[in-house]
């Protein structure tokens, strides 16, 4: 069965260059943060970083320091079993309440579990009927 918890996420966007994930994650193992979530896209010249990490605040402090402003948004992290179908179940579940999701980013954490960071128009519904 899913569980559903809410959780928040650095959002960055800035120009992209080549190297720039490679710059992020190096500063950010330099000082001893771990990323755990991860999506990150180039679309018209810009770079678009949405993470989740062991220490968002650290996080962000340490980007700042390297010149690059995130913000914090609110998500909905979802633990599934990593079964055939189980994204299925929760987007109906969504869909079913009348939930719209902005977007989805997601991992098999391991062979019993998968993670999915989910961005909606209702976080706080989403919860509720994820974990009814």
Do not use: W
Request: hydrophobic share 45%.
């Amino acid at each position: 069965m899913a569980k559903a918890t809410k959780s928040k996420q650095l959002t960055l966007e800035m120009g992209n260059e080549v190297g720039l994930l490679a710059e992020i994650s190096a500063g950010l193992a330099a000082a001893d943060v771990n990323i755990t979530g991860l999506c990150a896209y180039q679309m018209n010249d810009r770079a678009y970083f949405m993470m989740i990490t062991d220490n968002n605040a650290k996080a962000k402090r340490i980007l700042k320091k390297m010149d690059m402003a995130a913000e914090y948004e609110p998500v909905v992290a979802v633990e599934m079993p990593n079964k055939v179908g189980e994204l299925e179940k929760v987007s109906t579940i969504l869909a079913e309440a009348g939930i719209d999701i902005q977007y989805v980013y997601g991992t098999a954490g391991s062979k019993r579990s998968t993670f999915c960071i989910f961005k909606t128009d209702k976080d706080t519904k989403a919860l509720k009927v994820i974990n009814k």
